[in-house]
């Protein structure tokens, strides 16, 4: 009974992120066997923040690997986060806050976007990162959403 309580908490967890709606691709190199290499635009509304969406570029791996799973993405992203709607906050938000991961291997490697609040300048900051370390540090990128002087950012 208490498993089972642990496995709907840690599902329940997982359903505040956000999850990834892919808004196109390009190809970019052909693959005789297997998908061709890509670069995917995938769209991530903010589970927490009404109003915001992210869109994420990155690559994706193709041929017979990449076609079955198998095939480890570069640990490359671009992001750009906007305003598509009213900006409102069902509740409050954490300082910092992970809004969204997704595994680009089997083994470990993740894409990773993290939303923190810059409260002096009223803007909610997206940080989008992969946990596996290259040369000392990760390959990231950033993209700030200013939101109105008007609306409080509520913090926990």
């Given at each position: ?76 992203a ?23 991961n ?6 470990f ?48």
């Open positions: 009974m208490k498993a089972q309580w642990i496995v709907m908490a840690a599902l329940a967890g997982q359903t505040m992120l956000a999850h990834a709606e892919t808004v196109g691709s390009v190809d970019t190199a052909f693959k005789l066997i297997g998908p061709d290499h890509k670069v995917v635009v995938e769209a991530y509304d903010d589970p927490k923040v009404n109003g915001v969406t992210c869109y994420v570029s990155r690559a994706k791996t193709g041929g017979i690997s990449g076609g079955l799973g198998f095939a480890e993405d570069k640990a490359e671009s992001i750009a986060c906007r305003q598509v709607g009213p900006i409102s906050f069902p509740g409050p938000l954490k300082q910092q806050d992970e809004v969204f997704q595994s680009l291997s089997i083994l490697k993740k894409l990773r976007i993290v939303r923190m609040v810059d409260q002096k300048r009223n803007a909610l900051v997206y940080l989008t990162y992969s946990d596996k370390l290259i040369d000392g540090s990760p390959k990231n990128s950033v993209t700030a959403v200013p939101v109105e002087r008007n609306i409080v950012i509520p913090l926990k």
